[in-house]
């Protein structure tokens, strides 16, 4: 939101105690114009400070196959941008662990695994890679500066050039790490103010006989929100 703050000043007009009123006066008096310009800019937050923790497991305790991928539950964080005035925005999420991606992951989130739609999480201390994650996202209220709801689905584009209808509000769109994300209805985004919204995760981690016994999953990508 642009800010233009107005400050005059003059100085004072009068001398010391007890001199008559002009005596001391001058024909100049400074003014000062004071003022701040922003950009239009947006902050995101996650719960939980973006971490999607599965804790301490065991291959026994949490049914971890020898020979197979194993698919985790789910886990769910909330995630707000709010924006200092009615913007148009797109998100992106790209993956800090792109070379580690185990491929065959299918059916996280319900969807079969691409070369796009899932992110890595790490390499073992053999550098055998540990898995894969799955994560969308499912708006729940977009609203503007007044308050009031703003009406479209969640778009998806490729490049932020043609924008298409992907999910309706309470509905989840898998995120792509070459696919760009906004709200509106298309072909254009619309202008908002504080979109809320779930980020689920789900992992699959690599047979166990191929990983080593103690390993991190370390899962890490980087979400950003830039207004349009």
């Not at 001058?26 to 902050?43: K, L, M």
């Amino acid at each position: 939101m642009k800010k233009l703050l107005i400050s005059t000043l003059l100085m004072s007009a009068f001398g010391v105690a007890g001199a008559p009123a002009f005596a001391a006066g001058t024909d100049q008096a400074p003014v000062h114009v004071y003022g701040h310009i922003e950009p239009e800019g947006c902050d995101v937050q996650i719960a939980d400070d973006g971490v999607f923790d599965y804790g301490a497991m065991t291959a026994a305790g949490n049914s971890l196959s020898a020979t197979a991928i194993t698919s985790l539950s789910a886990k769910t964080n909330r995630v707000t941008v709010s924006c200092k005035a009615n913007a148009k925005i797109q998100l992106s999420l790209s993956d800090n662990a792109a070379g580690t991606v185990l491929a065959g992951t299918n059916g996280l989130l319900g969807e079969t695994a691409t070369t796009t739609n899932r992110y890595g999480l790490g390499l073992d201390d053999k550098g055998a890679q540990i898995g894969a994650y799955a994560i969308s996202l499912t708006p729940t209220s977009v609203t503007d500066l007044a308050g009031a709801s703003v009406a479209g689905t969640l778009l998806t584009s490729p490049d932020g050039t043609v924008w298409t209808a992907a999910s309706a509000l309470n509905a989840p769109t898998t995120f792509k790490t070459d696919t760009l994300m906004s709200w509106g209805t298309a072909p254009a985004p619309a202008a908002l103010q504080i979109f809320v919204g779930d980020l689920k995760v789900q992992a699959a981690l690599a047979p166990q006989q191929s990983l080593a016994k103690d390993y991190d999953l370390n899962g890490s990508a980087i979400l950003t929100v830039k207004v349009i």
